[in-house]
């Protein structure tokens, strides 16, 4: 499961990158048209990749605090049964410790 999380989020961290260099791209086709002036361009693309890293960082927090609901749920649901797993164990160990008495002798 961690593995599955990990390739989400590197999956994530990949499309960032592409879409930062098509913002790029863009906004120089649009300087190069004249649409926009590169001093512009440039103050763009900062708010653009600010938003992202910001949006990224929401998205990771919301992430990482759902796998700790999930996480703490199953716990409650599995700390009953280890103990009852744990007793049941001492318990064959106790039996195992003990001989087994003979029939006929004292």
Known sequence: MIDL????????????VITKEKVEDT????VRQGKVKAEDAKIIASKIAEQGRKEFEDVSQALAAKIQDLA????????????ALEQRIR????????????????
Do not use: N
């Open 5 to 16: 999380i990990k390739k989400t989020l590197l999956a994530g961290v990949g499309a960032a």
């Open 27 to 30: 906004l120089d086709d649009y």
């Open 72 to 83: 703490s749920r199953g716990t409650d649901k599995t700390d009953p049964r280890i103990a």
């Open 91 to 106: 318990d064959l160990e106790a039996k195992l410790a003990t001989p087994p008495s003979r029939a006929g002798e004292p």
